[in-house]
């Protein structure tokens, strides 16, 4: 069982090879680690991510002009909905929870079942999903066009006085790439702070070592950076219909494979899994021990696994929220209450 651990660990670390610049660059102070600190967002282009943010939390991108990336990926309540699965328009009930945008640069791909390959392709899905923002690509950006402060905004940023869709992902994506929480407990205690965590703390995360957690979750997001199958020792008897990546490659043998969450900031992202089924940490670390490793934790076990991974939570994203440009006259009304 150590054995495929450490091979398990070995692959991992080897896929995160060219997952964005930040995982090429950053090293962990405490040698042998597998995991390392969270380094803050380099902004190359402040004017593409300022247009971003206003996008991000535009809710006129939507048919019903009520939802926008941020209703789901709410940067109030670390990145999520907190919701078992989202809301989207006309109060659909999403098939799958919301993953936190917090440093989902650090992925691999986007996605539960990694059907996007980053977080330019990302952002077209949920506006032309007719179960959450119900909006066209064309409808859209025929929006953004009919305002006079995004067009100016758009020919500043990319020279054009023509508005695409993949302006608006590549710009959206720019933004996203800033939402990285460094400076949390853990990290300070990996750049070599004794006094960053307590014994406890200390206890869990040597306990979430040796029972093979840091198998999956390594790498500097602790996750995202491989699909693994959601009940290795035990089935796992999902209240989702999603098949994981199967749906993406067609394979039988990928059938609920997903991918690897992030436990960064995860004290603030409940419920967890991709159905929402457990709502609180030591459900999800009692759940992930017997059926991904074959192990029962102990009361006392879990308190401390629990206690490490709320070391986890760094410095949340602080801006101004973005004054977004007025609608024209020529700018279509929402339809919020529209059935179709």
Not at 190 to 201: F, N, V
Request: proline fraction near 6%.
């Amino acid at each position: 069982m150590k054995m495929k651990i450490i091979s398990a660990v070995v692959l991992s670390m080897a896929a995160m090879v060219g997952v964005g610049s930040q995982a090429q660059e950053i090293k962990s102070v405490r040698k042998g680690e597998l995991v390392a600190p969270i380094q803050p967002a380099k902004v190359t282009n402040k004017a593409m991510v300022d247009l971003g943010a206003k996008l991000f939390f535009d809710p006129r991108l939507s048919k019903s002009g009520f939802i926008s990336c941020n209703s789901c990926h709410n940067l109030s309540m670390g990145g999520t909905d907190n919701l078992k699965t989202s809301i989207g328009h006309n109060w659909q009930e999403g098939p799958i929870n919301s993953p936190t945008v917090l440093n989902s640069s650090l992925a691999i791909a986007q996605f539960w079942d990694g059907r996007a390959k980053d977080l330019k392709e990302q952002a077209a899905g949920p506006i032309a999903n007719p179960g959450e923002m119900a909006f066209t690509h064309e409808l859209a950006v025929g929006m953004l066009q009919s305002i006079p402060g995004y067009t100016a905004e758009f020919k500043k940023v990319f020279g054009s006085d023509k508005i695409d869709i993949n302006m608006v992902t590549q710009a959206i994506a720019a933004f996203e790439e800033t939402l990285v929480t460094p400076n949390s407990r853990f990290d300070k205690w990996l750049a070599g702070d004794d006094k960053a965590l307590t014994a406890q703390e200390l206890r869990g995360y040597q306990t979430f070592k040796n029972s093979g957690c840091v198998a999956c979750h390594n790498g500097p997001a602790l996750g995202g950076t491989s699909f693994q199958k959601m009940g290795v020792v035990e089935p796992y008897k999902a209240s989702s219909p999603a098949e994981g990546r199967s749906a993406v490659t067609g394979k039988d043998e990928d059938r609920f494979n997903f991918k690897v969450p992030t436990l960064r900031n995860v004290e603030l992202t409940y419920p967890y899994f991709h159905d929402g089924a457990a709502d609180t940490l030591s459900e999800a670390v009692d759940t992930m021990g017997r059926l991904q490793l074959g192990r029962k934790f102990t009361p006392a076990e879990n308190a401390d696994i629990v206690a490490f991974l709320k070391t986890l939570t760094g410095d949340q994203p602080k801006m101004m929220m973005p004054i977004l440009p007025p609608s024209s006259d020529a700018t279509p009304r929402p339809t919020p209450f529209e059935k179709k």
